[in-house]
């Protein structure tokens, strides 16, 4: 039944958007660790508003790959054994910065602090970084061969779509965790974060024109869609979403900023759904590639799945929005109390 690998293509893209938005703004915090935080105390604080929810953020991630794997296993099995590397040293950036998270205050000395401060800020980066490219290679397509195998290395994913896309995504998530900071701290930290949003916004767009004319004149399977009105509201949410990233950014509403940035992503998963339907993962070579029908699921696993979908996603989300209502507003500058948030 087409109707429910759609129906599933769109789910896959709905957890995506989630992992961008909310672990997003850690990978941020991460990048901007030495640009915001100019002393230890500092840098603690930066950990300290994220340390209640980062781990849970990163969940998105692992459901939007089991949800990979149940819906379209055979772009799963492509992508987890051709990206092997890719994805290895993406999973060791995500274990590093977790690892610094929990490791830095465990020991009162400041090489130990700083030492756990650089893997904290380099893996955020480069987590970012890799995630970018992984999506600029899937949006470009990849060589495939007829049993949709991918036919390549860990440099054949060092292409200027890839890289654009990693960069992009690099300035992206800087900037939403700027704006993250200008709502959970005060006084110089929260100037310096709403300065870095000043400046961060102008990049992600001009990063996005680029990468959105390297998209359409040099990836013609990526404009096929766009025949009519409608697509065209998923790239104007994008530019909807920057322009009141600039606005807010500028009178410093950190709450409708980050509202704002949310909005540029939805904008921007919508763009790579609508440029890449039905393909999830499109062959470079010119091959048919890994498309919504040739790579679903049976009927029976998908609405299965679905059922299960429409009743766990609503908790998901309430939970989520409850927990970030408690800890929502700025992050006391006291130190926390012995035994508490240990490792920030």
Do not use: K
Not at 23 to 33: E, R
Not at 164 to 184: E, M, Q
Not at 215 to 230: C, K, Q, S
Not at 235 to 258: C, E, K, N, Q
Request: net charge negative; hydrophobic share 55%.
């Amino acid at each position: 039944m087409p109707e429910l690998s759609t129906i599933w293509f769109i789910l896959v893209g709905v957890l995506m958007l989630g992992y961008a938005v909310l672990d997003g703004f850690d990978l941020g915090v991460g990048i901007l660790h030495f640009v915001v935080g100019r002393s230890p105390e500092e840098r603690r604080t930066l950990m300290r508003t994220i340390g209640p929810v980062w781990d849970g953020n990163e969940v998105w991630l692992l459901t939007m790959g089991g949800a990979l794997f149940a819906a379209f296993p055979l772009v799963y099995a492509t992508v987890f054994s051709g990206f092997y590397v890719a994805l290895m040293l993406l999973l060791l950036a995500l274990i590093g910065r977790a690892v610094a998270l929990e490791f830095r205050g465990h020991v009162d000395g400041p090489r130990w602090q700083r030492a756990w401060d650089v893997v904290f800020s380099g893996a955020s980066a480069l987590a970012a970084l890799l995630l970018g490219v992984a999506v600029g290679n899937v949006a470009a397509g990849i060589p495939l061969s007829a049993a949709g195998q991918y036919e390549g290395g860990l440099p054949g994913l060092l292409t200027p779509m890839g890289l654009l896309t990693g960069v992009v995504s690099v300035a992206l998530f800087g900037t939403h965790g700027a704006i993250w900071l200008t709502i959970r701290t005060n006084g110089p930290l929260r100037d310096r974060a709403r300065r870095v949003a000043s400046l961060g916004w102008p990049l992600v767009a001009g990063g996005w024109i680029a990468l959105t004319a390297l998209a359409w004149f040099g990836e013609p399977h990526l404009r096929g869609n766009f025949d009519g009105l409608l697509p065209w509201l998923a790239p104007l949410t994008v530019v909807l979403g920057v322009a009141a990233m600039s606005i807010t950014t500028a009178r410093g509403a950190g709450t409708w900023a980050f509202v704002a940035s949310s909005v540029a992503m939805v904008g921007l998963v919508a763009t790579l759904g609508v440029s890449l339907y039905p393909a999830l993962l499109p062959d470079a070579s010119g091959g048919p590639g890994l498309t919504v029908t040739n790579s679903a699921s049976s009927d029976m696993s998908l609405g299965v799945m679905l059922v299960i979908a429409l009743i766990g996603m609503p908790l998901v989300l309430g939970y989520t929005a409850w927990i970030y209502h408690g800890f929502w507003g700025p992050e006391p500058a006291e130190p926390a109390e012995p035994g508490q948030e240990a490792g920030y």
